[in-house]
Antibody, heavy 118, light 110 residues
Framework: EVQLVESGGGLVQPGGSLRVSCAAS????????MTWVRQAPGKGLEWVAN????????NYVDSVKGRLTISRDNAKNSLYLQINSLRVEDTAVYYC???????????WGQGVLVTVSS | DIVMTQTPLSLSVTPGQPASISCKSS???????????LHWYLQKPGQSPQLLIY???SRFSGVPDRFSGSGSGTDFTLRISRVEAEDVGVYYC????????FGQGTTLEI
């Protein structure tokens, strides 16, 4: 059974940093692109970033370039999202998902809440 | 920037009746490889999103056949032939190519 479990969320002050993680199991993690999608409270879905199977290629939505870094450790079956210079508007549930053929997100985690507030 | 526009933003449907959601892209989603990178998701209350339809009209595994997708180029439609109570939630269309972009979402209620 495919499982994606996010962790590392919490309350952070504006300007701070945080790394959220996604632990994958039940599939060959190293063979899949992976993606992060976020959802601000009461709002819609926003794609944030994705990363190639071997980590050699990353893509970001323009609004987060320079502040967010997606990475992965295939030996640990783990995906990461480093968020720097946190802003109130980064407050959201962050989901990891498999990013598969034709760019569809097939398997999703349960999400982790990041709250940016003073 | 590519904009995905869904209409309506909300709809209320009686069980057993059909429902339809439109998604319009500001640019054609037909790629040179012949595929159209348009997908549909449903986010049920309190849950993570789930894939319903990929590449315009292909139902994902386990999705009931009352769900169907159609369209081409910039105009797409998700149809539910007979709405059931379990179909409530927010439906999103999404462009599958970079930059991946979601529509605003359409809330379906019974």
């Amino acid at each position: 059974e495919v499982q994606l479990v996010e962790s590392g969320g919490g309350l952070v002050q504006p300007g701070g940093s945080l790394r959220v993680s996604c632990a994958a199991s039940g599939f060959t993690f190293s063979r899949y692109w992976m993606t992060w999608v976020r959802q601000a409270p009461g709002k819609g879905l926003e794609w944030v970033a994705n990363i190639k199977e071997d980590g050699s290629t990353t893509n970001y939505v323009d609004s987060v370039k320079g502040r967010l870094t997606i990475s992965r450790d295939n030996a640990k079956n783990s995906l990461y999202l480093q968020i720097n210079s946190l802003r109130v508007e980064d407050t959201a549930v962050y989901y990891c998902a498999t990013d598969e053929s034709s760019g569809r997100f097939v398997f999703w985690g349960q999400g982790v809440l990041v709250t940016v507030s003073s | 920037d590519i904009v995905m526009t869904q209409t309506p933003l909300s709809l209320s449907v009686t069980p057993g009746q059909p429902a339809s959601i439109s998604c319009k892209s500001s640019q054609s989603l037909l790629h040179s490889d012949g595929k159209t990178y348009l997908h549909w998701y449903l986010q049920k209350p309190g849950q993570s999103p789930q894939l319903l339809i990929y590449e315009v009209s292909s139902r994902f595994s386990g999705v009931p056949d009352r769900f169907s997708g159609s369209g081409s180029g910039t105009d797409f439609t998700l149809r539910i032939s007979r709405v059931e109570a379990e179909d409530v939630g927010v439906y999103y269309c999404m462009r599958g190519r970079h930059p991946k972009t979601f529509g605003q979402g359409t809330t379906l209620e019974i």
